[in-house]
């Protein structure tokens, strides 16, 4: 477990040292906007300390910005632009709420601009090192699964990374060899569990972090209950959905989120609107579509209209593609931008959908999926959303089996501190052009 420890080690020390560098950007903010720093603003800014550091703790966590040695230079600033972003947002808040007026909003933002450049050298510096380091990762499993996850592989674990393979049905102590010699193990979803248990107890006992790709038996024991039957331990098995008051938690949010992001919005949709009539005076502005929700029970979905119109009536139900010639030059734009989601609000507040949750799909795609994996009707047992696990952790390219898992999993382990983690990781998704893209192939 050294490896593991270690890693924990480097993490808590990374967070450490943003917390330090956040600190140190208002001690010199105060430096750069006072000759001579007054005690009242100063004792407002250590009374407000707490909370700064707290805010940015929940941001740097949030966000992951701790983790370098599996991102992209584009990711890690990308995120840290966000965090800090919403760490100013939230201080100038908490002064205005704790009454600390004495710390000026000037020193507040100019510890933001200090803080960003500090964060992004500190950043900048720890992956030049941990970039020198090549990752060895070895993948037991399937040769299909394997060439569908490698170049995955190689872009999470980083350029350097050596990935070697290992069929899942060679010998057990070719694979417990291969295993000594890697630093990371990842195992297929095809694996038996008798299997599977094998290698993940050797790669322990090795030290070696174990990744595993979970297949849906996984999944349903993922938050069971560990209780008894007189002396003997059992685990119990909740049937998938959310619990009475888990739901009213989770609508009476969504009634308010949905009523107050309409009426912000609405001067931003006339804009949109204006716009899409100017370029096709002619064309519809809302496409209306029927989707299936909870229980698979039919609603109309309302989205801003992105493609040509009768866009389908050629060719039938057909998912939207990398360069779709389908897609009009505006509609290219609010997909990227994800703008075209936002009249899902009124879907939200008439009680169709939810903020978050899985994506909703049409009942031509629904039935096909559901053929080709068992585990597909399960998604239907919480209302669809707007964002989901599986739009922040995946792509539009990822393929239905792998957002199955992701939803499945957001289901199983669903609550409302994870509502909150996907909307404010949903920030994330709309600045990465990677995740609006068309599907490559079909699945």
Known sequence: MGEINSTRTQKFLIILVDLFLIFLAYVLSFHFRFEKIDQLNWDAFIALTPWILLISLFFILMYELYSIDRKSKWDIIRNLFVATTLMLFLTMAASFLLREFALPRSVIFIAYIIGNI?????????????????????????DVE??????????????????????????????????????????????????????????????KIVYVIPDFYDLLLSQSIITTIDDTMVMGVNPFGLTVSQKLIKRAYDIIVSLLALIILSPFFVVIMVIMKIKEPKGRIFYKQERLGQNNKEFMIYKFRSMVEGAEILTGPVLAGQNDPR???????????????????????????????????????????????????????????????????????????????????????????????????????????????????KY
Request: charged share 25%; proline share 2%.
């Open 118 to 142: 500090l964060l992004v050298f500190w950043k900048l510096l720890i992956y030049s090192f941990v970039s020198k380091k090549g990752n060895l990762v070895l993948f037991i499993g399937e």
């Open 327 to 441: 897609i009009t030059k505006f509609g290219h734009f609010i997909r990227k931008t994800r703008i075209d989601e936002l009249p899902q609000f009124l879907n939200v507040l008439k009680g169709d959908m939810s903020v978050v949750g899985p994506r909703p799909e049409r009942e031509f795609f629904i039935k096909q999926f559901e053929q080709e994996h068992s585990s597909y009707t399960y998604r239907s047992t919480v209302k669809p959303g707007i964002t989901g696990y599986a739009q922040i952790m995946g792509k539009y390219t990822t393929s239905v089996e792998d957002k199955l898992r992701f939803d499945l999993f957001y289901i199983r382990n669903y609550s409302f501190v994870l509502d909150i983690i996907i909307q404010f990781r949903t920030v994330i998704v709309l600045m990465d052009k990677t995740k609006s893209e068309g599907r490559k192939e």
């Open 146 to 207: 394997y060439l569908k996850i490698a170049d995955q592989m190689d872009f999470q674990f980083g350029k350097r990374a050596t990935i070697n393979h290992v069929n899942m049905n060679d010998s057990l102590e070719q694979i417990f060899k291969n295993i000594c010699k890697v630093d990371y193990v990842v195992i297929g979803a095809k694996i038996s569990n008798e299997l599977k248990s094998q290698i993940i107890y050797e790669a322990i006992k090795n030290g």
